[in-house]
């Protein structure tokens, strides 16, 4: 069995930064891709960033210059920095990592339960 397990989110003011930090566990033998993606209230589940096994990142425009992905692999971990947080940027956070359980077989999607991150005054 695998398992994402996000932490990190909160309540901040705008301007401020937070980092969300997710970690695989369980059986499997490689993470390709690893990212973040959100869902605001009454909105569709949206991408944020992702980061390549290969270090390459890619940012949605709304979060490029602000947030900032990254990972370590040795620990199996997906990192999201969020600086200059804005209110629109309130919304639940939810981990996801292309994993691949057993040699041979392709790499699957998954995904964590989420963590919310409330950005008000």
């Known amino acids: 069995q695998v398992q994402l397990v996000e932490s990190g989110g909160g309540l901040v003011q705008p301007g401020g930064s937070l980092r969300l930090s997710c970690a695989a566990s369980?059986?499997?033998?490689?993470?390709?891709?690893m990212g973040w993606y959100r869902q605001a209230p009454g909105k569709e589940r949206e991408f944020v960033a992702l980061i390549t096994s290969g270090d390459r990142t890619n940012y949605a425009d709304s979060v490029e210059g602000r947030f900032t992905v990254s990972r370590d692999n040795a620990n199996n971990t997906v990192y999201l920095q969020m600086d200059s947080l804005k209110p629109e940027d309130t919304a639940v956070y939810y981990c996801?990592?292309?994993?691949?359980?057993?040699?041979?077989?392709?790499?699957?999607?998954?995904w964590g339960q989420g963590t919310q991150v409330t950005v008000s005054s």
């Open positions: 996801n990592a292309e994993i691949r359980r057993y040699n041979g077989l392709p790499y699957y999607n998954y």
């Open positions: 369980g059986s499997f033998v490689s993470i390709n891709a």
